[in-house]
């Protein structure tokens, strides 16, 4: 959940999961106000964001470099995100 606070300094861009190459993350906006922005990403010095569109999974890779984006309302923003890998039978059960 992102709450409106609109003197808040951008959020810092961050990855997952950068030690698995084949990790994904992904986010499910529940509800995204009309005045909030989706995540940021970026690609060789272009920044972009994902579609406004709720009830919907993006899936990235989890080590790509990315910002959440702010809510500048009352209104309060609900997403999920996840990270998901696979995992062998030694990382689970020792």
Known sequence: MTWNNA???PNVGHRHNRSNEFALSGIL??????K???TFFYCEDKKFSL???????FI??????H???R???KDIRYCISADF??????TIFG
Do not use: I
């Open 7 to 9: 003197s808040k300094k």
């Open 29 to 34: 906006y529940l509800h995204l106000p009309k």
């Open 36 to 38: 909030s922005e989706t």
């Open 51 to 57: 579609p406004r569109k709720e009830l919907s999974w």
């Open 60 to 65: 990235f890779k989890s080590d790509a470099y």
């Open 67 to 69: 910002e959440p984006g």
């Open 71 to 73: 809510c500048f309302e």
């Open 85 to 90: 890998w696979l995992a062998n039978k030694d």
